[in-house]
């Protein structure tokens, strides 16, 4: 049963830095891919990066590009979101996710869509504010 715990979110000021953790178990970590979503209050909830655990490959949204960094450490099954520079619309409750791609036509268009992603975390909320 796959398990996934987000942490580290908070109230923090405009332009600051934040980052976010997910630790995973119950399941091969090595053949799963790991995505972070996000959902503001009164929206669809958006893809912001994922990473491939099984190579390391990395999908970012081109809301957070440059600025958001996804990475992972298989040691620990835990999977990073460095969130820097932010800003009052990145405020949202975000959520980690992971999907099976250890498969044959597997690629990282996979990430865009939550619907392919059967297991998530509680979330953490980051609020943006000064």
């Known amino acids: 049963q796959e398990q996934l715990v987000e942490s580290g979110g908070g109230l923090v000021q405009p332009g600051s830095s934040l980052r976010l953790s997910c630790a995973a178990s119950?399941?091969?970590?090595?053949?799963?891919?790991i995505g972070w979503f996000r959902q503001a209050p009164g929206k669809e909830r958006e893809a912001v990066a994922c990473?491939?655990?099984?190579?390391?490959?990395?999908y970012n949204a081109g809301s957070v590009k440059g600025r958001f960094t996804i990475s992972r450490d298989v040691a620990k099954s835990t999977v990073y979101l460095q969130m820097n520079s932010l800003k009052p619309e990145d405020t949202a409750i975000y959520y980690c996710a992971a999907q099976y791609s250890n498969w044959d036509g597997w690629d990282l268009t996979h990430c865009e869509d939550s619907a392919n992603f059967p297991a998530w975390g509680p979330g953490t909320r980051v609020t943006v504010s000064s």
């Open positions: 119950g399941f091969p970590f090595h053949y799963y891919t």
């Open positions: 990473i491939a655990n099984a190579d390391g490959g990395t």
